[in-house]
């Protein structure tokens, strides 16, 4: 059990990290959404981790697209799409569906 506390608390910081980007203007939330990436990339892979890395990497594609950054924001999103179908998580899942038809237009 003494090894899943410290994964435990970088999901925590990971997920502060995720919903404080939410609230910033696009070039701010960068840094935290990347932080927030680093912070799962160490924790080994499982659902929550994967659901967690997906909605990071989706809402990075966001603030790259909303800056402009159409070629970083392809690869954010590609790299959160994949992390939300193999997390499983519906909501992610959706999230996912619904850039990926914001994107295509």
């Known amino acids: 059990m003494g090894i899943l506390w410290p994964v435990q608390r970088l999901l925590d910081q990971a997920a502060r990290l ?4 939410r609230d910033l ?9 990347r932080e927030a990436i680093g912070l799962l990339e160490a924790c080994r892979p499982a659902k929550e981790r994967d659901g967690m890395m997906a909605l990071a990497y989706l809402r990075l594609a966001q603030a790259e697209r909303q ?26 899942r959706r999230l996912a569906e619904r850039l990926g038809e914001e994107f295509a237009r």
């Open 25 to 33: 203007p696009a070039a701010e939330a960068l840094a935290f959404l």
């Open 18 to 21: 995720i919903q404080n980007a």
């Open 67 to 92: 800056l402009g950054r159409r070629a970083e924001a392809e690869r954010a999103y590609m790299l959160g799409y994949s992390y939300a179908r193999t997390s499983r998580e519906e909501r992610v």
